[in-house]
């Protein structure tokens, strides 16, 4: 399965994003999907996943401010990300798993990132 994440870019504090993880290989209904980012000097954190079943999972410093989505007939992934501060910059990564959870060890699949920079 290919992981193909979009939608980063320049934003001022306060503002919203919208990420797009598109699918292709095998169909995204498969897998558990997951968001998680990277930033600067920092290992990789979870942001949230979402089962096949649509059920989402976040951390706390994603619960409430970022919401994750996904729509199987279009293969896609969504990070839906609001009120952002600039602690949010990092490059964001897609992440597909076969078992539901945040955990970075469950994910075998991953994207090439997109960066999102979140000015003051």
């Known amino acids: 399965v290919q992981l193909q994440a979009s939608g980063g870019g320049l934003v001022q504090a306060g503002g919203s994003l919208r990420l797009s993880c598109a699918v292709s290989g095998r169909t995204s209904s498969t897998y558990v999907m997951g968001w998680f980012r990277q930033a600067p000097g920092k290992e990789r954190e979870s942001v949230a996943a979402?089962?096949?079943?649509?059920?989402?999972l976040y951390t706390d410093s994603a619960k409430g401010l970022f919401t994750i989505s996904r729509d199987n007939a279009k293969n896609t992934v969504y990070l839906q990300m609001n009120s952002l501060k600039p602690e949010d910059t990092a490059v964001y990564y897609c992440?597909?798993?076969?078992?539901?959870?945040?955990?970075?060890?469950?994910?075998?699949?991953w994207g090439q990132g997109t960066q999102v920079t979140v000015s003051s």
């Open positions: 979402i089962s096949k079943s649509h059920n989402p």
């Open positions: 992440a597909a798993a076969l078992s539901f959870g945040l955990e970075r060890a469950l994910y075998g699949y």
